[in-house]
């Protein structure tokens, strides 16, 4: 996973090879990004005998935390060639203050 800063975005970049779309789930929950899902065996591993095994399978998990304010109305997440970047738009907030 990368996570990177631009002006107006923090963009996430998660390598998922061989994960299907429908098994992925993107949420945003008190300034926190949540990523989960499930890379799932084919048929033809779960038959197979390996001597070696360096793929991982099974159920994942990744939060974020942020400490900048991000606008979740404008959060957005495309998955193309086992790639998920996830665009989150950051608020830029002035606060008043009144002086007494």
Do not use: C, H, Q
């Not at 992925?24 to 070696?52: P, W």
């Amino acid at each position: 996973m990368d996570v990177s800063e631009e002006k107006e975005y923090i963009i996430i970049r998660v390598n998922l090879p061989g994960v299907k779309k429908k098994y992925i789930k993107v949420y945003f929950d008190n300034r926190s990004l949540i990523i989960e899902g499930i890379k799932k065996k084919t048929k033809e591993e779960e038959g197979s005998v390996f001597y070696r095994v360096e793929r991982e399978f099974g159920k994942f998990y990744r939060e974020i935390s942020f400490n900048v304010p991000i606008d979740s109305d404008k959060i957005s997440a495309e998955f193309s060639d086992g790639v998920l970047v996830i665009k989150l738009r950051k608020i830029k907030r002035k606060i008043k203050v009144d002086i007494v």
